[in-house]
């Protein structure tokens, strides 16, 4: 699997959108970017994940560059609940793609 | 409501002492996944397992043992020969192996 780079933290006004970040210059082309978070001692919580196109659900947009070396994945209008560590992974789906890679991530701290 | 359990949330135990965490879920996901997370660290593969019946150690499966009896529960074993139990252990399910995988709440052990 590709590694990701991302921020070590970024700040957010409450209400505004969190624009995070990723890096991922190696990614191959069957590679899905897929994006997490994870609330101070809770489970990684599953936001969204792309190959080519932008996504969009009721949690977070993706948008992916036309060279799929990076990402930014944006919280609309941030809340304090949002604080949290956001991961970046890249991630086959072929054999051996099983495991999550999670690097370091960004912490998102939303401030009132 | 559907989704995946993990019980305890927290769990001690005396050195030396087996220990079986639970994780059970409802999804019907055929995929099933434990990680271990130390401190300021990314999730690390235990095991995992792809279907009923079977099972594959993933990155760091010494000291631990898992079963999967029955599609909706894998639970894990950490044994006396795993040097470094105390760590926080979260398990995960997909669909199917290569797809999105969600993760449950997370058991804390503590070894005293």
């Known amino acids: 699997d590709a590694k990701t780079t991302q921020p070590t933290s970024m700040d957010c006004a409450e209400g505004r959108a969190a624009n995070l970040p990723c890096n991922h210059s190696?990614?191959?082309?069957?590679?899905?970017v897929y994006w997490y978070r994870q609330i101070h001692s809770q489970g990684p919580q599953y936001i969204i994940h792309?190959?080519?196109n932008n996504e969009t659900n009721e949690m977070a947009s993706l948008i992916i560059t036309e060279d799929r070396k990076s990402s930014t994945l944006i919280l609309p209008h941030a809340t304090l609940r949002d604080t949290a560590v956001y991961y970046c992974i890249v991630r086959g789906t072929q054999g051996g793609s099983e495991k999550l890679v999670f690097g370091k991530g960004t912490k998102l701290t939303v401030n009132p | 409501d559907g989704g995946i359990t993990q019980s305890p949330k927290y769990l001690f135990r005396k050195e030396g002492q087996n220990v079986t965490l639970s994780c059970e879920q409802n999804?019907?996901?055929?995929?099933m996944y434990w990680y271990r997370q130390d401190p300021g660290q990314g999730l690390r593969l235990i095991y995992y397992?792809?279907?009923?019946?079977?099972?594959q150690k993933g990155d760091i499966a010494e000291g631990y043992s898992v079963s999967r009896e029955k599609k909706e529960s894998f639970p894990l074993t950490v044994t006396s020969a795993q040097k470094n139990p105390t760590a926080f252990y979260l398990c995960?399910?997909?669909?199917?192996?290569?797809?999105?995988?969600?993760f449950g709440p997370g058991t804390r052990l503590t070894v005293l």
């Open positions: 995960a399910s997909s669909s199917r192996p290569a797809d999105t995988q969600y």
């Open positions: 999804l019907n996901h055929d995929a």
């Open positions: 397992s792809q279907i009923v019946n079977d099972f």
């Open positions: 792309g190959l080519k």
């Open positions: 190696t990614i191959s082309g069957n590679e899905y």
